[in-house]
T-cell receptor, first 112, second 114 residues
Framework: GENVEQHPSTLSVQEGDSAVIKCTYS??????FPWYKQELGKRPQLIID???NVGEKKDQRIAVTLNKTAKHFSLHITETQPEDSAVYFC???????????WGAGTKLIIKP | NAGVTQTPKFRILKIGQSMTLQCTQD?????MYWYRQDPGMGLKLIYY???????DKGEVPNGYNVSRSTTEDFPLRLELAAPSQTSVYFC?????????????FGPGTRLLVL
């Protein structure tokens, strides 16, 4: 079955710098890759997603890139702000699967 | 449109007690999920349902049971609570299977078993 690995587990960046979180997946049939953000004490919420027929997707300061050959995808946050501090989860799945396979999460700390 | 709601918000149980965690969604979603999240950890799927009357086990189903008699409701039953079930429980729903549709999460139920 699918396995998703996420790195790093903790990432500390200076406010205004960029942050990159990487995930690798094992099932070459996976075709949908969402990213969720979970603020402290809150529920996870979708922030961006990408399908396998697209190499990159942007939404303001957030972007996701996908490398199908290497089977990895990354979340890029530019010009980080204090409100970006949270735990970020990646996930992967394919059309025939009812479940999202989740990464272990990355705690992003924005230093003032 | 309230989305996904969960009750209670917080509960303390004694070892061996039982309880039901309630989950309701008003988005007419077919797919519903129960996750648990231990402190500082990721999400683990307990059970899921693809429609009324259909449920299946996830990664960590032992000690739990579910039912899905309506599209809106997906209660999670804990029988004989154990300290290892101390966790935050999230219910989620989506309109189709995992590929391409957002999972909407409820606010969570924090459970402490002593």
């Amino acid at each position: 079955g699918e396995n998703v690995e996420q790195h790093p587990s903790t990432l500390s960046v200076q406010e205004g710098d960029s942050a990159v979180i990487k995930c690798t997946y094992s099932d070459s049939a996976s075709n949908y890759f969402p990213w969720y953000k979970q603020e402290l004490g809150k529920r996870p919420q979708l922030i961006i997603d990408i399908r396998s027929n697209v190499g990159e997707k942007k939404d303001q300061r957030i972007a996701v890139t996908l490398n199908k050959t290497a089977k990895h995808f990354s979340l890029h946050i530019t010009e980080t702000q204090p409100e970006d501090s949270a735990v970020y989860f990646c996930a992967a799945t394919r059309d025939s699967n009812y479940q999202l396979i989740w990464g272990a999460g990355t705690k992003l700390i924005i230093k003032p | 449109n309230a989305g996904v709601t969960q009750t209670p918000k917080f509960r303390i149980l004694k070892i061996g007690q039982s309880m039901t965690l309630q989950c309701t969604q008003d988005m007419n979603h077919n797919y519903m999920y129960w996750y648990r999240q231990d402190p500082g950890m990721g999400l683990k799927l307990i059970y899921y349902s693809v429609g009324a009357g259909i449920t299946d086990k996830g990664e960590v189903p032992n000690g739990y049971n579910v039912s899905r008699s309506t599209t809106e409701d997906f209660p999670l039953r804990l029988e004989l609570a154990a300290p290892s079930q101390t966790s935050v429980y999230f219910c989620a729903s989506s309109s189709t299977s995992g590929s391409g549709e957002t999972q909407y999460f409820g606010p969570g139920t924090r459970l402490l078993v002593l």
